[in-house]
Every structure is written in structure tokens, then in C-alpha cells.
């Protein structure tokens, strides 16, 4: 009888240490697809409507990720929150597959991307940084329309400020 309790006990603990363990794990993070009705959670624009690589961010205790039009926007609120919370995912635009005009899916990890910076091609909000799943990609897409190629990391604060331009517009 005594045999039968310990394994019970032994069965009832590993069990409760697999349960444990799985609820410890954390669930992979997967990009979600733009819809027509798909808008960006800071300025509310439909992302179907507007050019350039698009972005997401997949926030801990939220189920349904923060999109933006733009890159600059992405990289904005990861450098300067307004509220520090845990992300679980960042996806961005591979634009090296997908297309400038309506860019769709292709959808990469945003901290492995290759990103050109100062190039002449605007996206949703006027200038905006392009992202790229593979190095040449970016080298050949700066090639053609200026920039320089960055990593995740190397994008500052300084290079994604949400003015718009309109503090440095000189014109009138």
C-alpha cells in the first residue's frame, strides 16, 4: 500500500511540475496581417491606405498587437515611451519582398532587420525608414534611393521624432 501512495505522490508531483513548467514557457509570437480596416494606434490612419513598410508591436498582457504606418513611429515608441511596458514581439515589413505602394505580409522580426535611413522614399508620414530581412536588400535599396544601411540597435532617438517636420520648416 505504501508502494502505491509514493507513486501516486511521485506521479501527482511530476505532473504538477510539467503543468508548471508549460505555464512558464512562453507562447511564440506571431505577426498578425494587415485587414482593410487595420489602424495605427497612435494618429488612427488605415495602414491598407498608405505606402511604405508598416510595424507592430506585441505588448505582455495584451492580446491584439499596436500597429503603425510607419516604421519611424514603431521605433519612436520603443526609444521613447510614454509608458514602459514588457514587449513580446516586434514585427516589421520586409520590404526587399514586399511591395512599397500596398506593401502586404512579409512580415520579419523588426530586432534582425536591416533598416536605410535617410533615403528619399516616403512612407505614411512622409520620410520613414526602410526594413529589410537580409543586408543586401537594404545596401541595394540605399544604393538606389540614398540612406544608409542600420541595425535595430543603431537606430537613436534623435533619428525618429514625430514633429513631422513642422519645427524645422523654414518655408514660410
Known amino acids: 500500500m505504501k508502494r502505491v501512495h509514493r507513486t501516486l505522490i511521485l506521479a501527482m508531483a ?3 511540475l510539467t503543468a508548471c513548467e508549460q505555464s512558464a514557457t512562453p507562447t511564440t509570437v ?14 488612427g490612419m488605415l495602414l491598407a491606405d498608405y505606402p511604405g ?12 498587437p499596436d500597429f503603425f504606418c510607419d516604421t519611424v513611429e ?18 516589421v515589413q520586409d520590404i526587399g519582398k514586399a511591395d512599397w ?6 512580415w520579419i522580426d523588426a530586432k534582425t532587420a536591416f533598416y536605410v535611413y535617410g533615403s528619399t522614399r516616403d512612407g ?15 545596401a541595394k535599396f540605399a544604393a538606389e534611393y540614398g540612406g544608409k544601411v542600420y541595425r535595430f540597435a543603431d537606430i537613436t532617438p534623435d533619428m525618429v521624432v514625430l514633429d513631422g517636420g513642422v519645427l524645422h520648416d523654414s518655408s514660410q
Open 101 to 106: 505602394d500596398a506593401p502586404r505580409d512579409h
Open 14 to 16: 511530476l505532473t504538477a
Open 53 to 64: 513598410p508598416k510595424a507592430q508591436i506585441h505588448y505582455a498582457g495584451q492580446t491584439e
Open 30 to 43: 506571431v505577426p498578425l496581417e494587415i485587414k482593410q480596416g487595420t489602424s495605427c494606434s497612435l494618429d
Open 124 to 138: 505614411s508620414m512622409g520620410p520613414t525608414i526602410a526594413s529589410f530581412a537580409l543586408e543586401a536588400d537594404a
Open 74 to 91: 514603431m521605433f519612436h515608441m520603443v526609444l521613447n515611451p510614454e509608458q514602459v511596458r514588457a514587449v513580446r514581439g516586434i514585427f
